[in-house]
T-cell receptor, first 112, second 112 residues
Framework: DAGITQSPRHKVTETGTPVTLRCHQT?????MYWYRQDPGHGLRLIHY???????DKGEVSDGYSVSRSKTEDFLLTLESATSSQTSVYFC???????????FGPGTRLTVT | GENVEQHPSTLSVQEGDSAVIKCTYS??????FPWYKQELGKGPQLIID?????GEKKDQRIAVTLNKTAKHFSLHITETQPEDSAVYFC???????????FGTGTSLTVIP
């Protein structure tokens, strides 16, 4: 599992509330990623990080922000959750020359 | 950006038969093509990958082939077993790049 944990594993929240998801890794990888998984869309990249305080947008970044203040932690924040952000969120680390993606167990988020 | 298409979306095979899943990509600059297996309630797991300087790669019962000219790559599973039942995702990226583009997934069922 590449030493990745995600918290919480499940969350139900109301529209308009802020939500923060945490990804923690124990193997000191430089690259970390946040994806969302939805039926019919596969996995889509939200944001990624290539070092402490170094982040960039993926293909579906609107409505999300990220922070990385320590190598081991990568936080995903929904400033004001919407129903369209109901999804399963996966964190990944990138290993090796090709940044092979190794995924965490996921967080199921429901916005009501 | 890159567009990865994956077929079929569902596949049922008898135990012992072979299964083939196909993906196409649009960006000729893509040169790294991993395949992932996702079991219910878990994160995707890397099972095999191929780079554009190789036409075929095997690992026991699984193999991947790549046709750069046609921009398509395929996953082959031989002698299927019930534990092969899962959702499989293909992906494409540019080696040393930071964005992975995933197909929409194939749900494989192996019937005992």
């Amino acid at each position: 599992d590449a030493g990745i944990t995600q918290s919480p594993r499940h969350k139900v929240t109301e529209t308009g509330t802020p939500v923060t998801l945490r990804c923690h890794q124990t193997e000191n990888h430089r690259y970390m990623y946040w994806y969302r998984q939805d039926p019919g869309h596969g996995l889509r990249l939200i944001h990624y990080s290539y070092g402490v305080k170094d982040t960039d947008k993926g293909e579906v970044s609107d409505g999300y922000s990220v922070s990385r203040s320590k190598t081991e932690d990568f936080l995903l924040t929904l400033e004001s959750a919407t129903s369209s952000q109901t999804s399963v969120y996966f964190c990944a680390v990138g290993r090796g020359e090709s940044r092979e993606q190794y995924f965490g167990p996921g967080t199921r988020l429901t916005v009501t | 950006g890159e567009n990865v298409e994956q077929h079929p979306s569902t596949l049922s095979v008898q135990e012992g038969d072979s299964a083939v899943i196909k993906c196409t990509y649009s960006d000729s600059a893509s040169n790294y093509f991993p395949w992932y297996k996702q079991e219910l309630g878990k994160g995707p797991q890397l099972i095999i990958d191929i780079r554009s300087n190789v036409g075929e790669k095997k690992d026991q019962r699984i193999a991947v082939t790549l046709n750069k000219t046609a921009k398509h790559f395929s996953l082959h599973i031989t002698e299927t077993q019930p534990e092969d039942s899962a959702v499989y995702f293909c992906a494409a990226s540019i080696d040393t790049g930071n964005q992975f583009y995933f197909g929409t997934g194939t749900s494989l069922t192996v019937i005992p």
